[in-house]
């Protein structure tokens, strides 16, 4: 009976090794075919300054061309929309309506000049930013190379099945608090709406000392393996601040 019972154990498991389909995940996008994507972001800073800020920002992605191992990409902002909340002080601005108080026309000066601006991107099929081309002036407004190198995840080298995880690493020399975030992503399931991987990380300053973290979840599409829609949230400490930062990303 004994011997039985292991060998039906056995090829049970088997058939659930077997129905873990290995995928492997490679960017394949309609090139030309616009991808609108809706940002969701709330920010926390409790410190010395306590801030709470809700950022909606609507972006066109559209990729231009795919050579070799390339895709290239352009990103554009077409609108934007912010709330802050800093205690003895509130703030509203709306790119898509005419700013009438003062605090508003504060923020549609800084944040005016990114709308309809175009963000060149040039990465590998696996995920991996190889170049980042601003519109002149651009850096200027809060924004530098990195915040947009991680606009897809990279990818493992070979196929995956759910339970599988792979390491990977992102450099942002170009930025003033964070050098570099240390990413470990799980692939957890195939659903009907997409493949869905969830990732941990560290974040590290210029010291390589750890600052923050990382944790969350995106779903790629079936056919592209671009991101559907994300939940991540980031938490950093730094200069006597914590900011904690909740990111909701859908792509239709």
Avoid at 2 to 21: D, M, N, R, V
Avoid at 33 to 48: E, Q, R, S, W
Avoid at 227 to 251: A, F, H, R, Y
Wanted: proline share 3%; with cysteine.
């Amino acid at each position: 009976m004994k011997k039985y019972l292991l060998t039906g154990i056995t090829i049970c498991l088997g058939f659930i090794s077997f129905a873990q389909k290995a995928v492997e995940f490679k960017l394949n996008p309609e090139i030309g075919k616009p991808l609108n994507i809706n940002m969701l972001m709330k920010m926390d800073v409790d410190g010395p300054q306590s801030i709470i800020m809700d950022m909606n920002m609507k972006m066109e992605m559209i990729p231009t061309k795919q050579e070799n191992d390339n895709l290239t990409i352009e990103n554009t902002t077409k609108a934007i929309k912010v709330d802050i909340d800093a205690g003895m002080m509130t703030m509203s601005y709306d790119s898509e309506t005419e700013a009438t108080d003062e605090m508003a026309k504060m923020l549609a000066t800084q944040f005016s000049k990114i709308i309809n601006q175009k963000i060149g991107l040039v990465m590998t099929s696996k995920g991996k930013t190889v170049d980042v081309t601003l519109p002149e002036g651009f850096e200027g407004q809060g924004f530098d190379k990195s915040s947009f190198s991680n606009i897809a995840t990279a990818f493992p080298d070979k196929a995956v099945v759910p339970g599988e995880s792979w390491e990977s690493v992102t450099e942002m020399s170009d930025n003033p608090i964070v050098a570099k975030t240390a990413l470990v992503s799980t692939y957890r399931e195939e659903t009907a709406d997409g493949y869905v991987v969830d990732v941990e990380g560290k974040i590290f300053d210029k010291s390589e000392n750890e600052v923050g973290a990382v944790s969350g979840y995106y779903t790629l599409d079936k056919n592209t393996h671009f991101t559907k829609n994300s939940e991540l949230k980031t938490s950093i400490e730094v200069q006597g601040s914590k900011i904690v930062n909740d990111m909701t990303l859908t792509v239709d």
